[in-house]
């Protein structure tokens, strides 16, 4: 048991492989992220607003 307790502690770690991104890039991704979250909300209250509004007879 000793052995493979070796085994596993002298090979290198394995990793998943990842992509590598800029600070600009992962700025620029944070705030389109938070944008399209108010894009979303202000969707959901438009349509809370249209379907509990009375609407007018004509």
């Known amino acids: 048991m000793d052995d493979e307790m070796t085994d596993i502690d002298s090979s290198e770690p394995i990793c998943g492989e990842f992509e590598d991104c800029t600070l600009l890039r992962f700025t ?17 209250l438009l349509v809370f607003i249209f379907v509990t509004q009375k609407r007018l007879s004509t």
Do not use: E, K
């Open 28 to 44: 620029f991704l944070m705030c389109a992220s938070v944008i399209s979250v108010f894009g979303a909300l202000s969707n959901l």
